[in-house]
């Protein structure tokens, strides 16, 4: 199965240095969390395809083909900042130290995707490997910790170092503390 470039946050990993704008790449850049009603105006139905590839990782435990292969993933359940509903996002998933994270790159756009804000606003996450589902506590790293994490993160993904040259914010990084049965 063949996916668009823009689908979910993963998309620059693969096609790092190459230019994938369109309007509903640039419309996604803005909020990976999508929603029913997300559809571009070709009719494209992005919230459905991206719940297609989830429903694919969650069914092969967390294993994608195609430009996926190899990539290490996770969904990423939030709880909409405006809408109070729950949000799944797709993203690449990073361990550094034993510690789990994330990267708010939206591929080097200048505003944070929407799941970043999701998580500021309620740090009460739920994190899906494929292989392993637990409840976390987000904590956002500032400063030299996010400067070490972000840095080691570019040693397995040159991508995010050319998305943050991208873009004048500093691109957030995201860690996970498990809460809960199993910590």
Same mark, same amino acid.
């Given at each position: ?6 689908v979910?946050?993963?998309? #620059? ?5 190459? +230019? ?14 999508? &929603?029913?009603e @997300? +559809? @571009? ?6 919230? !459905?395809?991206?719940? @297609? ?6 069914? $092969? ?15 990423? +359940?939030?709880?909409? !900042?405006?809408?109070? %509903? ?7 998933y ?13 591929? #080097?756009?200048? +505003? ?5 804000? $999701?998580?500021? $606003? ?10 392993? &589902?637990?409840? !976390?506590?987000? &904590? ?5 910790? %996010? @400067? !070490?994490?972000?840095? %080691? ?12 040259? %991208? ?17």
């Amino acid at each position: 199965m063949c996916y668009p470039f823009c689908v979910i946050g993963l998309r #620059g990993f693969v096609v790092s240095g190459h +230019t994938v704008l369109s309007l509903h790449c640039a419309r996604f850049y803005e909020r990976t969390a999508l &929603t029913e009603e @997300d +559809t @571009d105006h070709s009719g494209f139905d992005i919230a !459905a395809s991206q719940r @297609d590839i989830i429903e694919e990782f969650r069914q $092969n435990d967390g294993k994608l083909g195609g430009m996926f292969e190899g990539w290490t993933l996770c969904v990423l +359940t939030t709880i909409g !900042a405006k809408s109070g %509903r729950r949000r799944e996002s797709l993203l690449g998933y990073f361990e550094v130290d034993g510690r789990p994270l994330v990267v708010a790159s939206a591929m #080097g756009s200048d +505003t944070n995707p929407a799941w970043y804000h $999701n998580v500021r $606003n309620n740090p009460d996450v739920t994190v899906e490997t494929g292989t392993d &589902t637990y409840r !976390a506590i987000a &904590t956002i790293p500032e400063g030299e910790e %996010r @400067d !070490a994490l972000f840095a %080691r993160v570019v040693e397995q993904a040159p991508g995010m170092g050319e998305y943050q040259a %991208r873009t004048s914010r500093t691109i957030p990084v995201v860690t996970f503390t498990r809460v809960g049965a199993g910590v």
